[in-house]
């Protein structure tokens, strides 16, 4: 309850900040207004920064949070000016991390500090570390996967799912205790016993999760970061946090779901499952080497490109590992210029979060009106001339349509196969993250030019502009 | 049971449900950003460890909650101007100029 008038005051100013953050999340929902999304957020989060320094409860330290909010603005900012837009998944990854860290060690100060806490608080505090440590070293694991500093998939030894039980059984149980004991020493050392565990669990769970996943995990863990502060919020009786957490947790959530949706796979079966094992590579292999594929030369893939009417081009994770979005954009400038029409046809989980080709392509320039999503032009592909699969490939497999024993079968795809012809720029004839051979590439109508995308795409455009 | 907890709890629950709806209008080309946004805003823990840093009284507890300080702001100030660098690069197709407009825009 408001006690005194500063307390009002700041009372008054949270409220204030809760209302720009959801004025803010509005705005984000256009591409137009979404800048200015952004700047209210900031406003917002600004305004709730200020006023907190008048809180009643704080009363001291004010240099060492002064202090604290400086060193972390510089470690936020400089990082977060200089990545490239390729290394986006990663940054915020790592962001995501600070956060969730942030909110388990609040929980852990918290428990340690106040005494005579009430149940209600202390079920947020054990739910809050244990979430936010999950969510902080998750985070960093996901992070090290996408700078390439762990590889892709790791396989844990023993088994996924028993590793997974042990951990959430025990966390459940070493909270129970907690819960029960509700304060006192070994409720303390407890806490921390199950923060350590929560900890291992973000570790453990998060490296068996493959590459190609990592959309699901990302907004996965970047709603379990903002639940973990809706929680903190509950701790500390403060509404702006539950507020400003429970919008991130929902949109991580909805982003989850969609995400796992355009995968044809449960957040379940994400976490826990084993994808793509040992069914799956035995036979793409074997088939492959068999089968032909029909090779293209750059100059020949130019002409068809340039004399085409109809153009789309679909983008993969392939384009950004290459850096080949601003070639792309050149080229389709340059079909443009020849009167092509060209088009970018963007699945769901392209990429390596959610969103991420959008990105790469805004960087490059593209218009965000030439980006089509998959419902949007999966009827024209019929009408298209030229399909350039760039860096895609089991979101263009016909298998996920066609072949009901395929393991990514029911998977919604791009319909590439239906267009007058395809030309898949690739590395090499290595199946995708699903280890699924790619119907498409023995296509007759697909040709293939192999070689690193960017470079390819260079040809492409030299022998574009020689044409 | 605790009228702030229960008044959390409503918060909470609203909150989630707007968060949702808000949330399905936004389209897959902005999914990145948004989720960075959400990423940034998420960062309001920052609040909380402030609170902490400026209530507790062990050293200890002081040093777990600097951290957290650091941490929540890198968050904040990392999120947002990722976010922000990102959100300048939308942009949509510049509209053909008439040669009098592009004259100007030079000068």
């Known amino acids: 309850m408001i006690d005194n008038w500063r307390d009002a005051f700041v009372d008054l100013g949270y409220f204030a900040s809760a209302i720009l953050f959801i004025v803010s999340l509005n705005r984000l929902s256009s591409p137009a207004t979404a800048r200015f999304g952004n700047r209210l957020a900031m406003a917002a989060m600004a305004l709730a920064t200020i006023v907190t320094f008048f809180l009643d409860a704080v009363d001291h330290n004010y240099l060492w949070i002064v202090l604290g909010i400086a060193i972390g603005a510089v470690i936020g900012y400089f990082p977060a000016r200089r990545v490239q837009m390729t290394s986006m998944p990663q940054m915020v990854a790592i962001f995501n991390g600070m956060g969730g860290a942030t909110a388990a060690l609040i929980a852990v100060a918290e428990f340690l500090g106040v005494t005579d806490i009430g149940r209600g608080a202390v079920l947020s505090i054990i739910l809050s570390a244990v979430i936010g440590s999950i969510s902080a070293t998750g985070s960093v694991v996901a992070f090290a996967k996408l700078q390439g500093l762990l590889p892709s998939r790791t396989t844990l030894p023993g088994n996924r799912q028993m590793i997974a039980a042990a951990l959430i059984g025990s966390m459940v149980l070493l909270g129970l205790v907690v819960l029960l004991l509700q304060g006192g020493a070994t409720a303390e050392t407890l806490l921390i016993v199950t923060f350590i565990v929560a900890l291992a669990a973000g570790v453990l769970l998060v490296l068996p999760i493959g590459g190609a996943d990592m959309p699901v995990v990302i907004a996965l863990l970047n709603s379990a970061t903002g639940l973990a502060a809706a929680l903190t919020g509950f701790v500390l009786g403060n509404q702006v946090l539950v507020v400003a957490g429970a919008l991130v947790g929902a949109s991580g959530s909805f982003l989850t779901l969609i995400m796992a949706r355009a995968m044809n796979r449960s957040v379940g079966k994400v976490l826990f499952g084993a994808f793509g094992a040992t069914a799956a590579t035995g036979s793409g292999d074997a088939a492959a080497e068999e089968r032909p594929i029909r090779e293209v030369s750059p100059e020949d893939a130019a002409v068809s490109l340039a004399y085409a009417q109809r153009v789309i081009v679909v983008p993969g994770y392939g384009l950004a590992v290459a850096q080949a979005q601003h070639g792309v954009h050149e080229l389709a400038e340059l079909l443009q210029d020849r009167g092509v029409d060209v088009r970018y046809a963007i699945h769901p989980v392209a990429g390596r979060m959610p969103g991420h080709m959008n990105v790469l392509l805004a960087e490059a320039n593209v218009s965000y009106d030439d980006l089509y999503e998959m419902e949007q032009i999966n009827d024209d592909f019929a009408r298209t001339d030229v399909v350039l699969v760039i860096g895609a490939n089991d979101v263009t497999n016909p298998a996920a349509r066609d072949d009901p024993t395929s393991p990514i079968y029911g998977m919604p795809i791009l319909e590439v196969d239906a267009a007058a012809s395809i030309i898949v720029l690739k590395r090499s004839m290595q199946s995708g993250f699903a280890g699924v051979e790619n119907e498409l590439f023995h296509d007759e109508k697909t040709s293939m030019l192999f070689g690193d995308a960017k470079d390819s795409v260079g040809k492409l455009i030299t022998e574009v502009k020689a044409v | ?107």
């Not at chain 2, 409503?10 to 949330?23: D, E, P, Q, S």
């Open chain 2, 1 to 107: 049971m605790n009228p702030d907890f229960l008044m959390g709890a409503y918060v909470f629950i609203l909150a989630i449900f707007l968060g949702v709806v808000l949330i399905s209008r936004v389209p897959a080309t902005l999914h990145t950003p948004l989720m960075s946004a959400t990423n940034a805003i998420h960062g309001i823990v920052l609040i909380g460890a402030m609170i902490v840093l400026g209530s507790v009284e062990s050293w200890w507890l002081e040093a777990i909650a600097f951290i957290a300080v650091i941490l929540g702001a890198g968050n904040v100030v990392g999120g947002f101007v990722v976010t922000d660098r990102m959100l300048q690069m939308f942009k949509q197709r510049t509209p053909p100029v008439r040669p009098n407009a592009a004259a100007e825009q030079q000068r």
